[in-house]
């Protein structure tokens, strides 16, 4: 008791140390105080201390940030993620496919007073161009990737069954065999084929086979029919289309190694038509992944669409609260999205910017999007040769231009880096991509390809570009007639197309527009970066531009079959389709627009090299018939009346 009593009784401290204690106390109350100084630049004390950041790191609407919080935590958020310490400081990657937030950087360090720690963390961002950092981020994705497959076929089997929670489908092993013995590299990326596949699961083997039958109805449509005995047919409407026999050709080897007999149908049409709702597909998929099937009643609810769902148009197959939903209902209060700003921005994630819901500028923009009406909402399995990301088709390897990389054709169309004497960014093509006349609320010159050709004859305005003065970037205006000389040969080729002549759009296109001449691959090749820019559909261009040698600058809204494979800024150069990152791009690789020193060919080099090589290693036939061997097994089990035995059998716990 006595021990507890003196434990519990006040201590008697020397003075010293009590005055020792007392200055400590007061020491941390004036670092606090000069802290919170410092975080308040000329700012009124009755307001938010950080509210001067605000418009530097608040994030638009839906895009992804750092945990941004209210006053001090805002300001400390800002320079890093401490649950993400690879996220650049100052660079905000949107849920848009967007980085954003140098302009700010540069404006915040001439602005606003810094503290030495501050200053040099911003002077880090803002010394280091989003080009730079994009490469660095993209070589290690691709670096990832590469070293993260599978070399075993229990490991494939683990890794599928942990990407998607259910087992791979029966021939998954005949699958893995055929990958080795053809030296496919990449043998468990194919996410594309689950975001085809996995909606179908939803509808049970009945309705899924007679949905497919009806699609033998299809206009403009052929099927194949390919069977273990080895045999592979082609009939339809379009069965002698060039399209359907190069498809057959490369499906033929493989019928021998399918568990059973399929038949498919394959629209020939350049793109699908068809959108399915948000709203039809998150059901499909949250009973899909329950193992449940959606009765034909309740699909034929979400199939309706007059009056089902508030906002019109192709809107209506985005999700309730996206982007161009708040936008369609007038629910935006700033009614520019993020294309549409004047801040700089780059591609760091193509997949988004391929959205219209997540990006609704490209209403505007892409000519394949021009007619806005509500398009037929259904699971309608048909194999497509390109779509959009909402479309619910199969996706294919289309083969139209495709050449073997050690052909003498494709070689002829090679001209290594040393060997190109054209420093400027090369296009050409016809004026396909829409379909052109006078109607309400459009404009034929806002279609992509014809909004580039007038962008790249513009010789009057100004457009701001950064540029390398020495060490450091400066944001500078210049007029856009100089920057097309400098960094541009860009241009439609031939006479207007897909135009109406009774409206008189022909003639107007015909007058508006200097067609330029045609250039043969072989020439274009001698350009060290090309464009490739859609048309009707996919470009089928592209890989004979990977393998020019060329740096390939690529805009698009159309995913590939190959598209979770190609990395950007490692193997191309991704722009957004309203080009407004087109001249800030090129500044950066070719240098500034007056000549002065700058540039970065090196790494132009290093894209155009590596570009060349995934098509040399990737994009090979095999490559191609891989991709479409695994869809048809897919394709099979949702065939098959007993999915569970469609499915192969054998488990593993890891990839291990």
């Given amino acids: 008791m006595a021990r507890a009593h003196r434990l519990s009784s006040p201590v008697s401290l020397p003075r010293r140390y009590r005055a020792s204690r007392i200055i400590f106390y007061l020491a941390c109350l004036i670092l606090l105080a000069s802290a919170l100084l410092f975080l308040t630049p000329d700012a009124d004390p009755a307001e938010d201390p950080h509210a001067w950041l605000d418009e530097y790191i608040s994030p638009p609407e839906g895009e992804i940030s750092p945990g941004v919080t209210k006053g001090a935590q805002r300001f400390l958020s800002f320079w890093k993620d401490e649950e993400d310490p690879d996220l650049p400081r100052g660079l905000r990657f949107g849920a848009d496919g967007l980085v954003r937030g140098w302009d700010g950087v540069h404006e915040i360090m001439e602005t606003h007073k810094l503290g030495k720690k501050d200053k040099r963390r911003l002077k880090e961002v803002r010394d280091r161009h989003p080009i730079e950092e994009l490469i660095a981020r993209g070589q290690e994705r691709w670096e990832g990737l590469l070293a993260n497959q599978s070399k075993t076929l229990p490991q494939a089997v683990a890794e599928y069954t942990r990407r998607y929670d259910r087992a791979p489908p029966k021939g ?210 048909i194999f497509q040769l390109s779509k959009f990301v909402r479309n619910p088709e199969f996706l294919t390897t289309p083969l139209e231009a495709y050449e073997n990389a050690t052909s003498k054709s494709a070689m002829e169309k090679y001209t290594p880096w040393e060997g190109k004497t054209e420093n400027k960014l090369f296009w050409r093509g016809s004026s396909t991509g829409d379909s052109y006349s006078k109607r309400k609320n459009y404009d034929w010159r806002n279609s992509h390809r014809q909004r580039l050709h007038l962008m790249a004859q513009a010789t009057e305005g100004d457009q701001k570009v950064w540029v390398e003065r020495g060490k450091d970037w400066e944001l500078e205006a210049w007029n856009q007639g100089k920057l097309n000389e400098k960094y541009l040969d860009v241009g439609l080729a031939g006479k207007p197309h897909q135009c109406k002549q009774e409206d008189g759009t022909c003639d107007e296109m015909a007058n508006e527009i200097h067609f330029k001449d045609r250039v043969r691959p072989e020439d274009s090749a001698t350009f060290k970066y090309v464009l490739d820019v859609d048309g009707n559909g996919w470009s089928s261009r592209y890989h004979r531009l990977m393998l020019s040698g060329s ?96 499915s192969y059998q054998k488990t593993y716990e890891t990839k291990a």
């Fill in 172 to 381: 998954f092993e005949e699958w893995w065999q055929f990958c080795k013995r053809n030296q496919v590299k990449i043998v468990d990326d194919y996410d594309q084929i689950n975001r085809d596949i996995e909606p179908f699961l939803a509808l049970s083997p009945e309705l899924f086979r007679k949905r497919a039958k009806d699609t033998e109805a299809t206009a403009h449509s052929y099927k194949i029919s390919l069977s273990p005995s080895g045999e592979a047919t082609i009939s339809g409407e379009r069965a002698s289309s060039s399209r359907g026999r190069h498809l057959r050709d490369l499906l033929a080897p493989l019928a021998e190694l399918l568990p059973t007999e399929i038949t498919i149908t394959v629209s020939d049409h350049d793109l699908g038509s068809w959108l399915l709702g948000d709203d039809q597909r998150q059901a499909a998929l949250k009973a899909a992944r329950k193992g449940r099937y959606l009765s034909e009643a309740s699909l034929k609810g979400f199939e309706q669409r007059n009056g089902r769902v508030a906002a019109p148009g192709l809107v209506s197959a985005c999700p309730e609260g996206s982007s161009a939903w708040n936008r369609s209902l007038g629910l935006q209060d700033n009614m520019a999205d993020s294309n549409g700003t004047k801040e700089t921005t780059f591609v760091y994630d193509p997949r988004p910017t391929f959205d219209f819901c997540t990006n609704p500028s490209l209403l505007q923009q892409h000519g394949s999007l021009s007619f806005d009406f509500a398009r037929e909402t259904m699971l309608r399995p």
């Fill in 551 to 646: 740096a390939v600058v690529k805009t698009t809204i159309y995913p590939e079959w190959h598209s979770d494979w190609l990395t950007p800024w490692v193997h191309y150069i991704p722009s957004q389709v309203d080009y407004s990152d087109i001249y800030s791009i090129m500044s950066f690789f070719i240098g500034p627009p007056d000549g002065r020193a700058g540039g970065h060919e090196d790494l132009a080099r290093g894209i155009a090299e590596a570009g060349r090589q995934f098509a040399l290693e990737h994009w090979r036939w095999e490559d191609m018939q891989a991709y479409m061997f695994r869809l048809l097994l897919e394709y099979s089990r949702l065939m098959a009346d007993d999915r569970k035995a469609a």
